[in-house]
């Protein structure tokens, strides 16, 4: 379990956030590590998190464990990292023991605990967590790139429990984080065409940016115009849906997209119970496939992925913020108009830029120029 020291960031309440000092260090256990904390990303279940909505996360919680830091100490039997190594996490607490994780798919272990969601998170000055979810940072990737691989990891579990999508047609329905990283994954293992559908007209750009040959507006038109226009972009239905927001609306739209045969993953976090329609399902065979969280496969793929260039961190980050700005930061997080929000322990700075081009800015001053190109 991470135990965090220094500053930390508490979301205390649905939509109250509160930086304080954390609770005095205590000796590692065998197997720990504690880590300094230099970048850590505002995800959508953080969001959630923060809004009260999450189904999985009770309040009070520090949260946050899309991280790049550094190890300042372990514990003994620590093996695989050293003080000063830089590392990025994978959130997965498990067991170890239970079924799932004796057959590998220890994103399903039967005690899973996530790092910022059931345990306290690296939204702190320092958080300690079991040494053997921490993976080593390559020297030619920044702290931005880095803290993006873990949301990635999710894109790339999603991709592989369809059975890859080389040569496949893609939709991916909603282009927050997730849904971008699902077209950057899909697209860098070898998708023959992706189309997309996002509420926000800056998310659709960036769509387009990142290799959708069509980003939809699914307002504009009833579902099955939408659906329509989404098969032509395409040339025939997909093969497989990525549904990375999970409301009725996107499900449904998933569900008659989908081709006889097909395969809708679901990445978005419901927030309730949704519908299904049925008799579509079962008369088409479709499939549909929840995803969660990743494992350690999926995280090497991801950074594989960025190294090679794959996903351009300067459109994801739409906000950069100091620790102590934690609650501007979560605000920003949950309006429309961001993507990606960074929170950092020493503040933004030229040296956490993304190797991909992302351009760090100096303070929080920057943030009005930041809300004008970007969403959640």
Known sequence: MAVVTGREVVIEAPEQVEVREA????????????????????????????????????????????????????????RDVTPGTRVL???????????????????????????????????????????????????????????????????????????????????????????????????????????????????RARAIATGSVAALDPLAGSQAEVADAIRDALGERPDVTFDCVAVQATIDLGVDLAQRGGTVIVLGVPTDRRSVALPLVQDREITIQGSAMYVRRDVERALQIVRSGGVETRRLITGRFPIDAAPQAFEAAASPEHVKVYVYTDGPNSDTAGSNGGDATSDASRDNSDRASGSS
């Open 23 to 78: 609770p005095a260090e205590r000796p590692l256990a065998p197997g720990e590590a504690r880590v300094r904390s230099v970048v850590v990303g505002i995800c959508g279940s953080d969001v959630h998190a923060y809004r009260g909505v999450h189904p999985f996360i009770d309040l009070p919680i520090v949260p946050g464990h899309e991280v790049a830091g550094v190890v300042e100490e372990i514990g003994p039997a620590v």
């Open 89 to 203: 996490l994978e959130a997965n607490v498990v067991d170890g023991t239970c079924r799932y994780c004796r057959a590998g798919v220890y994103n399903q272990c039967a005690h899973l605990l996530v790092v910022g969601c059931q345990t306290p998170g690296a939204m702190a000055d320092r958080f300690v967590v079991p040494a053997e979810k921490l993976v080593r940072i390559p020297d030619d990737v920044s702290d931005d790139d880095a803290a993006v691989v873990e949301p990635l990891s999710s894109a790339t579990h999603a991709i592989r429990l369809a059975g890859g999508v080389d040569g496949k047609r893609v939709a991916v329905l909603g282009t927050g984080t997730i849904g971008l990283l699902t077209v950057a994954a899909a697209k860098a293992s070898g998708a023959a065409v992706v189309a997309t559908t996002d509420l926000i007209a800056e998310n």
